[in-house]
């Protein structure tokens, strides 16, 4: 059985607060550790509380940080760069059509930040809307996110979905694909039965704790 990948995209939600509370109910109902490896992934502030969340709770997640700066060290004010992320994070999302739709994203800069985050010794995870997004050189990991599906509750159909990772594993040598769009604890077990797709990408069902921790358990 494969172990899939889970990766919980928060995006621009929860303080403090709610993330010592999200962490206590998870914590409550989530059970021994599964087979799922899971990726957590906070705003940068929040980083080293889920840090401290993750280990107090012995959940064995990693964190991963949804941005990052395309530019090295220096003086780029606002900027998180990879090396600073280094001490927080194993993975960095990147090109994800939020991104690239509110902040003018350009390939040319998604693909600078995967060189910044690979020279850190990071793992990208490289964002897709269809089989035409461009890809950068040597990428690991690929999330196939149909715009559509993206917080509408109207998710890609798993048939859909396996053949276009199945078309980023073939044609594109990619080791990993993932799928994510409106994936949530009742659905996440007919994306995860394709066997193009390695795991997925909840943002929405990442908020609750319950909701999340059954999605976990179902994966
Ligand atoms: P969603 O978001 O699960 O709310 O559709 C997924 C994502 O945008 O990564």
């Known amino acids: 059985m494969k172990a899939p990948l889970i990766i919980g995209n928060w995006k621009s939600h929860k303080s403090v607060s709610e993330v010592k509370k999200?962490?206590?109910?998870l914590a409550s109902v989530i059970g021994s550790p599964n087979h799922a490896e899971v990726v957590l992934c906070p705003s940068y502030q929040l980083l080293?509380?889920?840090?401290?969340?993750?280990?107090r709770h012995q959940l064995h997640w990693k964190l991963g940080a949804q941005n990052v700066s395309p530019f090295p060290e220096g003086k780029h004010t606002g900027e998180v760069n990879a090396t600073q992320l280094k001490d927080f994070v194993q993975y960095v999302l990147i090109g994800h059509s939020e991104r690239r739709n509110e902040f003018h994203e350009t390939a040319e800069?998604?693909?600078e930040k995967v060189k910044?985050?690979?020279?850190?010794g990071l793992t990208p995870i490289f964002f897709v809307q269809g089989e035409d997004t461009p890809l950068p050189p040597s990428i690991g990991i690929v999330a196939y996110e149909p715009v559509f599906a993206i917080g509408t509750g109207n998710p890609d159909t798993p048939e859909d979905a396996e053949?276009?990772?199945?078309?980023f594993k073939t044609v594109k040598k990619v080791p990993k694909v993932l799928y994510g769009g409106s994936v949530d604890e009742k659905n996440v077990n007919l994306f995860m039965s394709?066997?193009?797709?390695d795991g997925i990408v909840p943002?929405?069902?990442s908020l609750d704790p319950v909701g999340f921790a059954h999605l976990v358990q179902n994966a």
């Open 194 to 197: 394709c066997s193009s797709i």
């Open 163 to 167: 053949k276009v990772a199945h078309y």
């Open 116 to 120: 910044r985050v690979q020279e850190a």
């Open 109 to 111: 800069m998604l693909f």
């Open 22 to 25: 999200w962490f206590a109910e």
């Open 203 to 205: 943002g929405t069902a």
């Open 48 to 55: 080293s509380l889920c840090e401290q969340e993750v280990s």
